[in-house]
């Protein structure tokens, strides 16, 4: 069976085998950093909600916003509108949250 490897030398294929393992590594610490990162960033959310009950209220608002704007445009999507309203209600108040 034809392999990529085949027309290596042994010291080449251990040298390819050498930067993928480290490319793997370097992803997985990627990705277990960023898990760190996202579970401080809910953890600190969390807290802040809890501290400020206002503003949880205000989320929820603009979640529930979000949700019903989303149904609608699925909606008119369905319904076969030809310019579906896709402005996030997020984005109406911080313009920088716009839909990537």
Do not use: C, T
Not at 9 to 18: A, N, P
Not at 49 to 60: F, G, I, S, T
């Amino acid at each position: 069976m034809y392999n990529e490897y085949d027309n290596l030398s042994f010291e080449e294929q251990l040298q390819l085998s050498e930067s993928l393992i480290i490319r793997r590594h370097n992803q997985q610490m990627f990705l277990r950093r960023n898990a760190q990162l996202l579970q401080q960033e809910l953890e600190f959310e969390d807290e802040l909600l809890a501290d400020n009950p206002e503003l949880a209220q205000a989320v929820h608002a603009f979640n529930m916003q979000e949700i019903i704007a989303q149904q609608q445009g699925s909606r008119g999507a369905i319904q076969g509108e030809s310019d579906p309203k896709n402005q996030s209600v997020w984005s109406k108040f911080f313009p920088g949250l716009g839909r990537s």
